[in-house]
């Protein structure tokens, strides 16, 4: 996994980043958003792409 391809998965709920992924951003233009589990929120909340 290159490092230029990684990005940050914040929680929608308290900002926390939980999540590091991969995204090929040639073919994928928009920000991901998935539904991850937070142990701070202690519930699945939706995590979207924040900048590094």
């Known amino acids: 996994m290159s490092q230029d391809n990684l990005i940050k998965l914040a ?3 308290c900002k926390r980043v939980n999540y590091w ?6 073919l ?15 519930a699945q909340t939706v995590h979207k792409e924040t900048k590094k």
């Open 11 to 13: 929680c929608g709920k």
């Open 28 to 42: 994928v233009e928009r920000k991901i958003e998935l539904k991850k589990y937070c142990k701070w929120c202690k």
């Open 21 to 26: 992924s991969s995204k090929n951003k040639k």
